[in-house]
């Protein structure tokens, strides 16, 4: 039990994952889910009370029982003991303070991470402000490499999206095309397809192989599918890059999406005995969002923004290529209006950067949401400002086949012209080399030998 | 001028994605701006107008020759209705009494529920062409339905409370998709064998998408639904079960999201 009180206030917490719940920055899907504060008074009071808690008690009390959740399990049993004892003694309002601090360096941080829990980033993640999470999500870098090298300081990837709602192929490398000469594509260019349909998918990987290798970019293809599809598209021989999957915090939650560690594990396996990497070795890829375990009815009674920074927790034992945070896909019975699709986006990436991720973030949100354009200028300026990995690059930032809107290739030149920010070394030196971006990094003004190189390959 | 545009707008013949809009510095053109702010007001639009319920009843009542009541789900308004998809799924107390005044010692194959959803333009765009085309295929076939109800504020499983209270094997739900920025108007429709108020998995919904001009025809649609209704009414199934089966028959069935 843990209470809060003052001269005129009295709050008690009966355990843990209420605490938590509780001293979350309000957002509806933890209303839904009936865990969240019942007013400003009992939040701020629950932000008091957990300031206060000690970070062993994370140590000692699982929020979701290890006997019972692989998670948990997985969290508990590959933390490093060591990197992060002389911080374990805190308290979590201590653990801010530190963060905050100027001889906390990025080296430092990331020095510790192997040993901060996802529970412990998500306290106290939820007593910082934007600002604090801003401030020391951009002090880390967590490089990752496949083809090229993602995370540097410095440095913006996007992700380029061509998705097409038949999963046309001519449709989706009209989309290739846009992307690649607005300079986009240094994450990876990855397809959700339409069905889970085997030869097509296969087919989709084909195109991305010949399109890569054609043009000599230096990037990673992959469709989005099941894992259990990728693995058997390796075993007939498809050009696979990457392995995806969605995960989320629970092992209920996995469940539900038809994947557990053992399979990731042997995806792994699978995709790096083929080994298509030349710059390094990382090459899963996972998509990740609060709301995800409730929406499937495997919450266990811990609220939103703790179960997503447990997915990380699931994400880091498999050393990933690339981690993206789905923000605003699943609808405002789970994250409302503009600002809470902002703060739940800064949390994300904040937890997974402390945790030592290569984040990236679908900065997106849907029509029945209270959000827009303005909402996503805003949190995608932040974003880089923070340092996220990368982001999407869509066509205009419509997805005519997930029917939602995230950021376009326009958004990444506005946000690196704004930052000085550039594409991953490789890429740029190819965009470069090949004439495609001018060298103050924009789109050259005559592309035409350009678009006929890549045209010619795809027979379009 | 200062737009610097892109000699690839060929390659807009194999594609409704955005591709091709031109720059102007790393910006997009004015046009193209504009053009994105209106295909999201219209999709913001589709969300939180309110369809011509009366009207619409009308219609149904002419159509089917019998009374459609307009019903209410728990969900108060829109802003709660978005927030809150537990109440939208269960019909307001009010609104359950009245349908189970007027069901009592009925049964029927099945209940069709009209629901908004999350697209009023759906309706009111679809919603009559599609019920035009049913009935005639329903009468051909023999399929014996409850009235039609309307349910403000509805999603998907206010459907299965309908089914159970007017004594019906199968629920259909015809209702507004969530609406994409290029489909603000399209129409869904669930079927749901003997379903259960609060205990029916998604995997038990058989789902026909994308009804709208430019996407499935409501005669097509009607087919499928005609054909889901009597394979479902003669195996006693719904769901995956059922869906690959059709697949497999009629090659291409969508399978929409929920709600």
Request: proline share 4%; with cysteine; charged share 20%.
């Amino acid at each position: 039990m843990y209470t809060y009180s003052s001269a005129y206030i009295n709050y008690r917490f009966e355990t843990l994952a209420q605490l938590m719940a509780c001293a979350s920055p309000l957002r509806s899907g933890d209303v839904l889910a009936g865990v969240a504060a019942s007013c400003e008074t009992e939040r701020a009071a629950a932000q008091h009370c957990l300031a206060d808690l000690p970070l062993k008690t994370f140590l000692k009390e699982d929020l979701i029982s290890y006997d019972s959740d692989e998670v948990t399990r997985i969290i508990m049993d590959s933390r490093d003991r060591e990197v992060f004892r002389d911080q374990e003694s805190m308290t979590v309002g201590e653990f801010r303070n530190w963060l905050l601090s100027e001889q906390t360096t990025g080296e430092v941080l990331k020095k510790a991470a192997p040993g901060i829990t996802p529970e412990m980033a998500a306290a106290v993640s939820k007593i910082m402000k934007n600002q604090d999470l801003i401030l020391v999500s951009s002090k880390i870098r967590n490089v990752t490499a496949f083809r090229n090298t993602l995370g540097l300081g410095g440095r913006l990837s996007t992700r380029l999206q061509p998705n097409h709602p038949t999963d046309d192929l001519k449709g989706i490398a009209a989309s290739v095309i846009d992307g690649l000469l607005y300079g986009s594509g240094d994450a990876v260019i990855g397809i959700n397809p339409a069905t889970d349909n085997l030869n097509t998918i296969s087919d989709m990987l084909k195109m991305l192989d010949e399109i890569i290798r054609g043009n000599a970019i230096p990037t990673q293809g992959c469709v989005l599918t099941h894992v259990t599809t990728t693995l058997d598209l390796i075993n007939k021989g498809a050009p696979v890059d990457l392995v995806f999957q969605s995960i989320g915090g629970t092992e209920k939650l996995n469940a539900s999406f038809g994947v557990s560690a053992s399979i990731l594990k042997e995806a792994k396996q699978a995709a790096e005995e083929i080994g298509r990497g030349s710059c390094g070795n990382n090459l899963m890829y996972f998509e990740t969002g609060q709301g995800a375990a409730l929406s499937a009815d495997a919450a266990h009674g811990v609220d939103q923004q703790t179960l997503e920074a447990r997915a990380y927790g699931l994400a880091r034992a498999f050393d990933p290529l690339l981690v993206n945070t789905v923000v605003g896909f699943i609808g405002p019975e789970y994250l409302y209006d503009g600002k809470q699709i902002t703060r739940a986006g800064l949390e994300d990436h904040f937890c997974g950067k402390l945790l030592g991720l290569p984040m990236g973030m679908d900065i997106c949100y849907t029509n029945h949401a209270e959000a827009d354009q303005n909402d996503m200028d805003v949190l995608m300026t932040l974003m880089g400002t923070a340092g996220c990995n990368f982001i999407m690059g869509i066509p205009g930032g419509d997805d005519i086949m997930l029917n939602y809107q995230t950021t376009s290739y326009h958004d990444a030149l506005y946000l690196r012209r704004l930052l000085g920010l550039r594409p991953a070394p490789e890429f740029e030196e190819w965009l470069t080399a090949k004439g495609i971006f001018t060298p103050d990094l924009l789109p050259a003004e005559n592309q035409r030998l350009q678009l006929g190189e890549i045209k010619g390959g795809l027979g379009l | 001028m200062s737009i610097i545009g892109n000699p690839w707008t060929g390659l807009k013949q194999y594609t409704d994605a955005r591709i091709a809009l031109g720059r102007t510095g790393a910006s997009l053109p004015t046009a193209e701006h504009l053009d994105f702010q209106m295909s999201h007001a219209l999709a913001r639009d589709a969300v939180h107008q309110l369809p011509d319920y009366e009207a619409l009843k009308k219609g149904a009542e002419e159509i089917f020759q019998m009374p459609c009541p307009l019903l209410d789900s728990r969900a108060a308004d829109r802003t709660v209705y978005l927030q809150r998809p537990d109440l939208g799924r269960r019909l307001s107390r009010e609104s359950a009494a009245a349908l189970k005044a007027d069901g009592e010692g009925k049964e029927y194959d099945f209940s069709l529920t009209i629901g908004d959803g999350l697209s009023a333009r759906a309706l009111e765009g679809n919603l009559i062409p599609f019920l035009k085309a049913l009935v005639p295929e329903l009468t051909a076939a023999g399929l014996k339905s409850a009235p039609p109800v309307m349910v403000r504020q509805c999603r998907v499983a206010c459907g299965d409370e309908v089914a159970a209270l007017q004594s019906s094997k199968i629920s259909v739900v015809l209702i507004g998709e969530r609406p994409g920025l290029s489909s603000p108007d399209s129409l869904g429709v669930y079927l749901t064998w003997a379903p259960e108020p609060g205990e029916t998995g998604d995997d038990k919904r058989n789902c026909i998408s994308n009804i709208r001009g430019r996407g499935m025809t409501p005669e097509e649609g009607s087919r499928k639904l005609v054909w889901l209704l009597k394979e479902s009414l003669t195996r006693k199934i719904s769901g995956v079960a059922l869906k690959d089966e059709q697949q497999s028959l009629e090659g291409n069935t969508i399978m929409g999201e929920l709600d």
